[in-house]
T-cell receptor, first 113, second 115 residues
Framework: ETGVTQSPTHLIKTRGQQVTLRCSSQ?????VSWYQQALGQGPQFIFQ???????GRGNFPPRFSGLQFPNYSSELNVNALELDDSALYLC????????????FGPGTRLLVL | GDSVTQMEGPVTLSEEAFLTINCTYT??????LFWYVQYPGEGLQLLLK???ADDKGSNKGFEATYRKETTSFHLEKGSVQVSDSAVYFC??????????????WGLGTSLAVNP
């Protein structure tokens, strides 16, 4: 069974640029959640996707957007990057919508200069 | 809104010492409670969970009991190892949210175990 994978592992961007992060969910999982984890902080919920539709969103501006594909993989897009967007971005998948047990990928560390 | 408060770290222990990491929560509904662990350079891993009052979650020698009367879910281990060095996160999920459940996290407690 393949676990949750994310790419890239590290990324450096400059302020104002756009970035796309990718996540492959665990086999058989149809729900993907994205979290932002700033250094020394707990993860903050960005949004969740279920069967290609957004299923809940945290307190993040619209420049954070996402997609889920028919194979349940997902993308997180961030436009007009700001310095405060520097963080570890975590993807988690769960077997069902509303499933409490989430399986996390290793994360993508984004640095905005 | 719902929230989770963890004891501040870092916590430094010697190998075979007893570990307690405190976690308390505020929730208006009926939360499920979780402990996740993040080893250096890795993503988060579910360590244990409990879904109702008085439930005890356990895994890899770690235990935590869901205490509704004290709104707590303290993590304990009787004898820590160097390999337990990691950051531990307490989290909750409101069961009333149904299909829109999301995890609400504490800030994390860093544990360093010395040989």
């Amino acid at each position: 069974e393949t676990g949750v994978t994310q790419s890239p592992t590290h990324l450096i961007k400059t302020r104002g640029q756009q970035v796309t992060l990718r996540c492959s969910s665990q086999s058989g999982h149809n729900t993907v959640s994205w979290y932002q984890q700033a250094l020394g902080q707990g993860p903050q919920f960005i949004f969740q996707y279920y069967r290609e539709e957004e299923n809940g969103r945290g307190n993040f501006p619209p420049r954070f957007s996402g997609l889920q594909f028919p194979n349940y993989s997902s993308e997180l897009n961030v436009n007009a990057l700001e310095l405060d967007d520097s963080a570890l971005y975590l993807c988690a998948s769960s077997l069902v919508r509303g499933g409490e047990t989430q399986y996390f990928g290793p994360g993508t560390r984004l640095l905005v200069l | 809104g719902d929230s989770v408060t963890q004891m501040e770290g870092p916590v430094t222990l010697s190998e075979e010492a007893f570990l307690t990491i405190n976690c308390t929560y505020t929730a208006t509904g009926y939360p499920s409670l979780f402990w996740y662990v993040q080893y250096p350079g890795e993503g988060l891993q579910l360590l244990l969970k409990a879904t109702k009052a008085d439930d005890k979650g356990s895994n890899k020698g770690f235990e935590a009991t869901y205490r509704k009367e004290t709104t707590s879910f303290h993590l304990e281990k009787g004898s820590v190892q160097v390999s337990d060095s990691a950051v531990y996160f307490c989290a909750l999920s409101d069961q009333r949210a149904g299909n829109n459940r999301k995890l609400i996290w504490g800030l994390g407690t860093s544990l360093a175990v010395n040989p």
